[in-house]
């Protein structure tokens, strides 16, 4: 019992470091949200040429103004069903930390919604799903309205050795 109280206020004083701007998007359905200093720019759907051996949820890798950034498909990185591209899919441009290194990444989405200012009091820690399910890019769930945000930690979302590949193939 003493290990929870201890344990209660960490939890307080890490929604109230959550609190911020966020960058909301639809995925299936469902809304997400990161955090707007991790967002480059968001672009429309351009042409995305695939890469050969990369990780199926890497979609490949557009040309944004020369530069050529790989692509992830956050449906299929999420293991949810794909679908076809609609006039509203877009193309989320972000800075990741990985292997010690920063990283600019495309995120195929369903939709961008909007910029959110969420207060710590509308945040809450992820719900426990069990050992077996790795839920630690979440960073906490956002109550706005009638509705409930994931904000995801996109420093989280691939891991160190899924970077490492994306590095070694593009």
Do not use: W
Request: some cysteine; glycine content about 8%; overall charge negative.
């Amino acid at each position: 019992m003493t290990e929870v109280a201890q344990n209660a206020p960490s939890a307080a004083v890490n929604m109230a470091e959550l609190a911020g701007k966020y960058l909301t998007f639809v995925l299936a359905n469902e809304e997400y949200g990161i955090e707007i200093l991790h967002a480059q720019e968001i672009i429309g759907m351009v042409s995305v040429t695939p890469v050969p051996r990369t990780p199926e949820f890497v979609r490949g890798v557009i040309n944004l103004r020369g530069k050529v950034i790989p692509t992830v498909d956050l449906r299929r990185k999420f293991g949810m069903d794909t679908v076809e591209d609609t006039e509203r899919t877009c193309i989320v441009v972000v800075q990741v930390e990985g292997r010690g290194q920063k990283m600019t990444i495309g995120f195929v989405v369903d939709e961008v919604s909007e910029v959110l200012d969420i207060a710590a009091q509308d945040i809450e820690a992820p719900p426990s799903f069990g050992a077996g399910l790795d839920t630690s890019y979440i960073l906490g769930m956002a109550k706005t309205k009638d509705s409930v945000k994931i904000l995801i930690d996109i420093d989280k979302v691939l891991a160190t050795e899924e970077i490492g590949q994306i590095q070694e193939n593009v």
